[in-house]
Structure formats: C-alpha cells, structure tokens
C-alpha cells in the first residue's frame, strides 16, 4: 500500500494535534480499502488548559456521524482522561448531556483510555 501522507500537506494541518489528527483521519478515510463508507474511527490524546487554566489530558475520539474522508476537527468529542469511565457508579454519571449507556460499549472505550501511544487507530 502506497502511503499518501505528504509533508507539505500535512504542514497545513501542523497548528495542534488534533489538526493532524483530522489531516491522518481524511487520509485513511479516502481508501475504501481500509474504511467503509461513514465507518472508521481515530482518536488523539492531547494535554491543554481547562477553564482553570490547569493541564488536563483529553481524548478527542472521531464522533458519529462525521464521514473520515472529511471530517472537521469539529468531529471530533473531547472526553476527559481525568474521569475515565467505569470510575463511577452508573447512576453517578450524567445522563442529560453524554448518552453513557452508548458509550460504554465493551473493549474499544476502554482500550482508547488504556492505549498509551498519543494517536490511536
């Protein structure tokens, strides 16, 4: 497989992390070879200020809905790695704004948490 990552493509995309991120995603999602049609995902970690102003590690995972071919960075959910999931009760976790029930899908959340690599599959 022929690799289609270009440098000075990718230099439009070097403002942050997660821009790369999306340039990566939009390669993988133009090969119908490695995605279906809407599928795939890709996720980044990225250490940035709160509201606070303190340093906080955040998970941006491709969200549903965003084809990989073109998506935004807008595509991608911020989930905090401070608070990873299953660390509360279920009835502790908000319902109204995150469907966690959805989320807390066995194997691929939790290995997005544990992976230790900045960019995941």
């Not at 941006?60 to 965003?66: A, D, E, L, Q």
């Not at 071919?69 to 905090?80: K, L, S």
């Amino acid at each position: 497989m022929k690799s289609l990552w270009s440098d000075t493509g990718a230099g439009e995309f070097a403002d942050s992390a997660l821009q790369l991120r999306v340039y990566s995603s939009r390669l993988l999602g133009q090969n119908p070879d490695l995605v279906l049609h809407g599928g795939g995902n890709t996720s980044v970690k990225i250490t940035e200020k709160n509201l606070f102003g303190d340093e906080e590690e955040i998970l941006y995972v491709k969200g549903s809905g965003w084809d990989l071919g073109d998506i935004e960075a807008a595509g991608f959910a911020p989930v905090r790695l401070s608070a990873p999931i299953g660390s509360q009760p279920m009835e502790m976790l908000p319902t109204r704004s995150v469907p966690w029930k959805k989320l807390l899908q066995p194997g691929i959340t939790l290995f997005l948490f544990m992976w230790p690599h900045r960019y995941q599959p």
